[in-house]
């Protein structure tokens, strides 16, 4: 009898809902509750089952719908970190802490055990079992470990962000995944990705040889109508702050997210808005307090910090009413951006400084709060949570909000259409930072953001013919867009030799591979493409290998402080301000540049130290401003010195991972952490600008004589030019270059920059004897001359004797050298 029942009750028997459970998690109700209701918790079946058929799946999922937060958690059940770790990247720092910290509260576990590696902080500990990290600090453990044995799977999440490293870590994976399988210790890979583009990583030959599994998640996206402006007006943020203007006055219940560029229009723009729907003069409750309608009429202003001092107390009162739940104020504080070096600045509009901004009383109170990467990350969790009652909640955001993070409650989306690239000059092999047109891919994405719960509405601030005519298809994945020196070398290091041969889901054109492994041979880092000791150490350091050289090259004479400080305010974008940004009459600014100046040639001292130009300026500075801060002045100092103050910041963080780094792998090395720096002695200066040489010795160039001048040009215009090494334009000092006087022979230069003329920056004096001792590669020497005879110096134990030769392109004859 039981045999026969046996296929029946088989039959009946209904398929499982959820795939076997190997580790239990006990949640809290309402986590599993919001948990539900995510799309992707119904496909966890189809999911798991996927992964366990497949080694490389490709999750596509709308933002939002769950992937980063809960693929994990499945993983995790089903047991995948019983022995070994989860791995998961992420592109951006922002995604990787506050992912971490949201699974770990989701799963009731501690951040022990889910935790998070960005560049030299995190929480990862021996029970670490989920670990988000940056893909940069992924690509490093590839480095020290290519089968990547300590983890069971991999997840490189937002890979439709297109990061490099994400890009390189495809790449890599799709070679140690068969390899980790040859070993019977097999590695999972998930790429999980907003939908975009994918095509890039399933129809790649080259990166996978069967095509990946993909899934697509379903999620609930309901309509978004989409409005596009009549006319495109440049001044984004006027425009931005309008429509959030009207959109709370006019349209119906429903939370704002805002688009812009960066941190300081993010916090201008929250400025103005929290000015304008300050909290205090809604919450129909409130307004009924007589008391406080007093206070708050007799105590009008539209100061930033009387609105601080105004909320404080409209809370206090809310808790006595038990109105308002307790805000921690600290955290609806925007910080005040006194670099506002942005031409887009709202501060900056004329509007702006002649009619202040009124209250807007009859609408309702905007819960305003900024989302940037570099927001600390408590205040980052404030977009999670429902606003105060009675608010409206309004998030202006960079495109963090694009994909990385998913704000709840989102109606209305206002769209700037605009993005902060970074731009890579493929001459001077520099990068900026550029604000330019999204693409269309992504400004969908952004209007996306409006249909997670109902029917939204997306504004764009440009009209329908720029979106047509003006918007790439997709954005330009990042590989393509900048220098490719430091990569090359990583890969180099990780005995890729064919780098051209690498399975990039989308290669750097042939060019940028070339031109980076002509600089590295140049430097020394590779030696007919083989990589030398000196690339290993170089590839150790966080910032361009030319700087890593110079580090490298700096274990004399208490020199390492100095060049670790120069290389990472070097490595940081715009620390010395040209132009004052605050609105002053132009003959003040004109004043306010000559104090500059002055200071900056005061800097520049004398001697080596101001042969040392423009970078002795900039270690000045960046001591100067150190020793302010520790008296607690350092806003003031960057405002009267035209320093920018979130630089100082940056460089002094880079520092410090600059000194780690060098102590973790040179253990006996003793490297002063102290952020004042003492000026360097003549000697000093001198040692720098010979490592500076090394570091740029591509870079150089030669003062154009008169002679050189053609018959019938102004031979006045040619007085501050020189011939770079590698181009046939003159390029002429900068403005500020503190050398100006001087006009060195030969000089070596951070980066050549375009306006009306092609400028110099960063300059420093060298002496065209040291081209053959740091720019070997570059000479073409002779051999070693018979007159005078070569001697013997019985106190080095060297034979010396003397070369004559050209360097460079352009064969610049050289002195006779003796070596
Ligand atoms: P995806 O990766 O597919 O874009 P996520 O897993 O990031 O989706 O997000 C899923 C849901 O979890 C979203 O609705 C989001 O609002 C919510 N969520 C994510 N992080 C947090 C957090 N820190 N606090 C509250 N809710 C969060
Ligand atoms: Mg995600």
């Not at 609408?363 to 205040?379: D, F, G, M």
Request: with cysteine.
């Amino acid at each position: 009898e039981d045999q026969q029942q046996k296929p029946k009750v088989k039959q009946a028997e209904p398929v499982p809902r959820k795939p076997a459970v190997y580790v239990d998690v006990i949640r809290k109700e309402d986590i599993q509750k919001a948990r539900l209701k995510l799309p992707i918790l119904a496909e966890e079946q189809q999911i798991m089952e996927t992964i366990n058929e497949n080694f490389v799946v490709i999750l596509a999922g709308e933002t939002g719908s769950g992937k980063t937060t809960q693929v994990p958690q499945f993983l995790y059940e089903a047991g995948f970190a019983l022995k070994k770790q989860i791995g998961v990247t992420e592109p951006r720092r922002v995604a990787a802490i506050s992912m971490s910290r949201r699974v770990a509260e989701e799963m009731n576990l501690s951040t022990r055990e889910v935790s998070y590696l960005i560049r030299f902080e995190g929480n990862v500990t021996d029970d670490t079992k989920i670990k988000f990290m940056t893909d940069g600090v992924l690509l490093k453990e590839v480095q020290s470990d290519f089968l990547l044995s300590k983890y069971s799977v991999i997840i490189l999440d937002e890979a439709h962000e297109r990061s490099v490293y994400t890009d390189i870590l495809i790449g890599l994976l799709s070679r140690i995944v068969p390899l980790r399988h040859k070993k019977g210790d097999p590695l999972k890979l998930i790429v999980m990705s907003a939908t975009l583009r994918l095509e890039d990583f399933t129809i790649n030959q080259r990166l996978f040889k069967n095509p990946p599994a993909v899934i697509k998640v379903n999620a609930r996206q309901y309509p978004v109508t989409i409005h596009f402006n009549k006319r495109t007006n440049e001044n984004y943020l006027k425009e931005a702050f309008n429509k959030a203007v009207k959109i709370n006055t006019k349209l119906p219940d429903g939370g704002i997210l805002i688009f812009v560029t960066g941190q300081q229009e993010v916090n201008s723009l929250v400025r103005k808005l929290r000015k304008t729907f300050p909290l205090r003069h809604k919450s129909k409750l409130l307004e009924k307090d007589e008391e406080m309608k007093n206070e708050r009429d007799a105590n009008y202003t539209s100061d930033d910090e009387d609105i601080e001092n105004d909320l404080k107390k409209t809370l206090k009162k809310s808790k006595k009413l038990k109105i308002i739940p307790q805000i921690d104020l600290d955290d609806y504080s925007v910080p005040d951006d006194t670099e506002n070096n942005s031409d887009t600045d709202l501060s900056d509009s004329e509007e702006d400084s002649q009619a202040p901004l009124l209250p807007i009383t009859n609408a309702q109170p905007l819960w305003t709060l900024p989302l940037y990467s570099l927001l600390p990350s408590h205040k980052q969790q404030k977009v999670f949570e429902a606003p105060p009652p009675g608010c409206r909640l309004c998030v202006v955001s960079t495109n963090v909000a694009e994909t990385s993070l998913t704000i709840p409650n989102v109606k209305y989306v206002v769209d700037s259409g605009k993005t902060k690239v970074k731009m890579y000059d493929k001459v001077t092999g520099v990068t900026s930072y550029v604000v330019d047109w999204t693409s269309k891919a992504s400004a969908d994405q952004r209007a996306g953001r409006a249909g997670r719960l109902g029917p939204g509405h997306c504004y764009r601030l440009y009209s329908s013919a720029v979106f047509n005519d003006t918007f790439q298809l997709f954005s330009i994945p990042e590989i393509q867009q900048k220098p490719v020196d430091d990569l090359y070398l990583q890969m180099k290091c990780m005995n890729i030799d064919k780098v051209v041969n690498f399975p990039f889901p989308t290669a750097p054109d042939l060019l940028q591979l070339k031109s980076a492994e002509a600089r590295l041979e140049t430097l020394g880092a590779l030696k007919g493409g083989e990589v030398t000791a000196l690339g290993r150490a170089v590839s150790k350091f966080p910032v361009l290998p030319r700087y890593g050289k110079m580090l490298a090259l700096s274990h004399q004479q208490d020199l390492l402080a100095y060049t670790i400080c120069l290389v990472a305010a070097l490595s940081v974008q715009e620390v010395l301000l040209e132009v004052p940004i605050l609105q002053t009459s132009p003959e003040e600014k004109k004043q306010i540049r000559q104090k500059w100046s002055a200071t900056r040639r005061q800097w520049a001292g004398q001697g080596n130290s101001l042969f040392l130009g423009d970078n002795m300026v900039l270690l000045k500075a960046v001591g100067a401003a150190e020793y302010a801060n520790s008296q607690g002045k350092l806003e003031t100092f960057c405002a009267e010195n035209g320093l920018r103050q979130k630089a100082v910041v940056e460089i002094r963080k880079l520092r410090q991972q600059l000194t780690t780094v060098i102590k973790n792998n040179v253990p006996e090395s003793e490297v002063i952490v102290d952020p004042k720096l003492p000026p360097p002695t003549d000697l000093q200066a001198k040692l720098l600008r010979q490592i500076l040489l090394a570091g740029m010795g591509d870079q150089v160039a030669k003062k154009i004589s008169p002679e050189e001048v053609k018959e019938g040009e102004d031979k006045a215009k040619f007085k501050y030019a020189y011939h770079a090494n590698n181009m046939e334009e003159p390029v002429f000092l900068h403005q500020g270059s503190v050398l100006k006087k001087t006009l060195p022979e030969f000089v070596v230069y951070q980066e050549i920059y375009e306006t009306n003329k092609m400028y110099m920056r960063g300059v420093t004096a060298i002496e065209p004897e040291w081209l053959a001792t740091y720019v070997p590669s570059m000479c073409n020497l002779s051999e070693p001359l018979l007159t005078p005879e070569p001697w013997y110096n019985p106190r080095t134990g060297k034979v010396h004797c003397t070369v004559s030769g050209t360097f460079g392109p352009q064969a610049w004859p050289l002195p006779n050298i003796e070596i």
